[in-house]
C-alpha cells in the first residue's frame, strides 16, 4: 500500500513556473514507477510525466516536452514536478500516481494522490 499526497500547486502567470512535489508513505517506493497525470473541467485524464523506478528513465507528453522535467528522490520517498513557461491551457488538476509498470496508460496505475490545482492565467 502506498499514499501519496500531492502539493506545491497554485495560480501562476503565463511564462511562469511551479514545482509539484508528490510525497510517498508505505513501502517501497523505490520499486514503483511513478507518474503524474492532469485533468482539466470536462476532459479526460491525460499522462504528462513519467519516471522508472531508479529515475534514469522518463517520458513526457508532447505537450509538455522541453517544459516540464519529472525527478525523484528515493530517499525522501518524493517524486516532483518541475513545470516552466506555463500556459493557460496547462490549468488543470495534477495527480502523482504509482504503477508496477512504467507507462503512459493511467489504467495501470494503482495508487493516486489526491491531486493539486494550476490555474495558469494569461
Known amino acids: 500500500q502506498v499514499q501519496l499526497v500531492e502539493s506545491g500547486g497554485g495560480l501562476v502567470q503565463a511564462g511562469g513556473s511551479l514545482r509539484l512535489s508528490c510525497a510517498a508513505s508505505?513501502?517501497?517506493?523505490?520499486?514503483?514507477?511513478m507518474g503524474w497525470f492532469r485533468q482539466a473541467p470536462g476532459k479526460e485524464r491525460d499522462f504528462v510525466a513519467g519516471?522508472?523506478?531508479?529515475?534514469?528513465?522518463?517520458y513526457y507528453a508532447d505537450s509538455v516536452k522541453g517544459r516540464f522535467t519529472i525527478s525523484r528522490d528515493n530517499v525522501k520517498n518524493t517524486v516532483y514536478l518541475q513545470m516552466n513557461s506555463l500556459k493557460p491551457e496547462d490549468t488543470a488538476v495534477y495527480y502523482c500516481?504509482?504503477?508496477?509498470?512504467?507507462?503512459?496508460?493511467?489504467?495501470?496505475?494503482?495508487?493516486w494522490g489526491q491531486g493539486t490545482q494550476v490555474t495558469v492565467s494569461s
Open positions: 500516481a504509482a504503477s508496477l509498470l512504467a507507462t503512459m496508460n493511467w489504467g495501470d496505475y494503482k495508487y
Open positions: 508505505g513501502r517501497a517506493f523505490s520499486s514503483y514507477p
Open positions: 519516471i522508472g523506478r531508479s529515475g534514469v528513465n522518463t
